[in-house]
């Protein structure tokens, strides 16, 4: 059983940054294939980015490919979203999960992850 919680989000001038932790509880959890999604107004909920159990490879959205960086802290149990040169298209609710212990690959389907946090909003002023 793996818990997350996301923090770091809020409101950011276009142009700005901000980075968004997820706290996982369970001693498993180095073992887990971690995701960011988010979801906006009206939308469907996409893949952002995601990272290997073991931190050695990353994935992301075209559309936020060069601007976020995804990493992990396997001694905090945190996984980050380092989001630069944000857009008002990047406005959203932004959800960390869980795929499944030792997963081979980086999924982009929601449906592969098994757990989710609550979520952080993300808004982006013009």
């Known amino acids: 059983q793996v818990q997350l919680v996301e923090s770091g989000g809020g409101l950011v001038q276009a142009g700005g940054s901000l980075r968004l932790s997820c706290a996982a509880s369970?001693?498993?959890?180095?073992?887990?294939?971690m995701g960011w999604f988010r979801q906006a107004p009206g939308k469907e909920r996409e893949f952002v980015s995601g990272?290997?159990?073991?931190?050695?490879?990353?994935y992301y959205a075209d559309s936020v490919k060069g601007r976020f960086t995804i990493s992990r802290d396997h001694a905090k149990n945190t996984v980050y979203l380092q989001m630069n040169s944000l857009r008002p298209e990047d406005t959203a609710v932004y959800y960390c999960?869980?795929?499944?212990?030792?997963?081979?690959?980086?999924?982009?389907?929601?449906?592969?992850?098994?757990?989710w946090g609550q979520g952080t909003q993300v808004t982006v002023s013009s």
């Open positions: 999960a869980a795929d499944k212990p030792l997963a081979a690959q980086i999924n982009t389907h929601e449906w592969n992850y098994d757990y």
């Open positions: 990272i290997t159990w073991s931190g050695g490879s990353t």
């Open positions: 369970g001693r498993t959890f180095s073992t887990y294939v």
